[in-house]
């Protein structure tokens, strides 16, 4: 499977163009979750899914999140991506979190 189709095939979550998410406070993982895949259309694979159903709270289901990411990575750099691009959401403590793991990895240069 090319690299392409292996990351589109994850359903990656992002905005469509032209929609604008409302904030809501106190809003559960979960919850934004599900809001970001309705609005775009992805899907989250079902071990993914399933890993996020039986986690305790937001932060185990934010762990998961950032351990999917990593291997996301890990795949797309071994498959030779030229780089990767993060959404952050003005938040920066997972993507330094997913850059730190890749670095430990030797798989980015610091």
Do not use: W
């Amino acid at each position: 499977m090319s690299a392409r189709s292996s990351f589109e095939q994850k359903g990656h979550v992002s905005g469509a163009k032209g929609h604008c998410a409302t904030h809501r406070p106190q809003m559960s993982r979960r919850s934004a979750l599900g809001v970001m895949t309705a609005m775009s259309g992805a899907t989250v694979p079902a071990d993914l899914q399933s890993a996020i159903d039986r986690a305790a709270d937001d932060d185990a289901v934010r762990a998961l999140g950032v351990e999917h990411c990593i291997a996301q990575c890990v795949e797309l750099i071994a498959a030779g991506v030229p780089g990767l691009h993060f959404y952050t959401f003005n938040r920066a403590r997972a993507p330094i979190e997913i850059l730190a793991a890749l670095r430990g990895q030797q798989l980015l240069a610091s």
